[in-house]
T-cell receptor, first 119, second 115 residues
Framework: GAVVSQHPSRVICKSGTSVKIECRSLDFQATTMFWYRQFPKKSLMLMATSNEGSKATYEQGVEKDKFLINHASLTLSTLTVTSAHPEDSSFYIC???????????????FGNGTRLTVT | GNSVTQMEGPVTLSEEAFLTINCTYTATGYPSLFWYVQYPGEGLQLLLKATKADDKGSNKGFEATYRKETTSFHLEKGSVQVSDSAVYFC??????????????FGTGTSLTVIP
């Protein structure tokens, strides 16, 4: 089946530094990738939608200058948390789909997530 | 707006017990409903889905029926196994407009099945 690889699975960084998280579709071309954030005992919150070759669409309340998303190819999207602070500590999950339309025909495939801890 | 409310866990069951994980939703339009499962150390995987009222999604012995009258999509399995231990997420897509392809997830319910 389709596989999405997310790296790293865990990262600890110091406050003020930047962290890059990669999301790769291993056996399909991902037209659209999504980045989610999960708070403890909370839902997965959609942060942004990225389409290959174009700027990401951020959800309301998500700082685009803080969470930089790049979808440079059909198999790779990156999320960079810039100038990280302890409140950015969270679980980040990416997902990818072949299609740009309904998920009914092009299912979402999820990465394993990245646990970010900012000290 | 769109939202999903899922029963809080954790849930601990003995092997072969009956499982129900409740999920209710709020949505405009005609959403599609999903259950995703996350096994330890892995990403989310689609477990089952239903696209319209009264549809029943089923997979691996799990079932869920899209109930529009009660806005629910409860997950059930008649006899759980240790290998079913995972976190289960209920989700919907908005169905219309800009949010038509946006997923809304519940908080997840952790299930542990003991031998």
């Amino acid at each position: 089946g389709a596989v999405v690889s997310q790296h790293p699975s865990r990262v600890i960084c110091k406050s003020g530094t930047s962290v890059k998280i990669e999301c790769r579709s291993l056996d399909f071309q991902a037209t659209t990738m999504f980045w989610y954030r999960q708070f403890p005992k909370k839902s997965l919150m959609l942060m942004a939608t990225s389409n290959e070759g174009s700027k990401a669409t951020y959800e309301q309340g998500v700082e685009k200058d803080k969470f930089l998303i790049n979808h440079a190819s059909l198999t790779l999207s990156t999320l960079t948390v810039t100038s990280a602070h302890p409140e950015d500590s969270s679980f980040y999950i990416c997902s990818a789909t072949r299609g740009a339309g309904s998920f009914l025909n092009s299912p979402l495939h999820f990465g394993n997530g990245t646990r970010l801890t900012v000290t | 707006g769109n939202s999903v409310t899922q029963m809080e866990g954790p849930v601990t069951l003995s092997e072969e017990a009956f499982l129900t994980i409740n999920c209710t939703y709020t949505a405009t339009g005609y959403p599609s409903l999903f259950w995703y499962v996350q096994y330890p150390g892995e990403g989310l995987q689609l477990l089952l889905k239903a696209t319209k009222a009264d549809d029943k999604g089923s997979n691996k012995g799990f079932e869920a029926t899209y109930r529009k009258e009660t806005t629910s999509f409860h997950l059930e399995k008649g006899s759980v196994q240790v290998s079913d231990s995972a976190v289960y997420f209920c989700a919907l897509t908005g169905g219309i407009g800009r949010t038509g392809n946006q997923f809304y997830f519940g908080t997840g319910t952790s299930l542990t099945v003991i031998p």
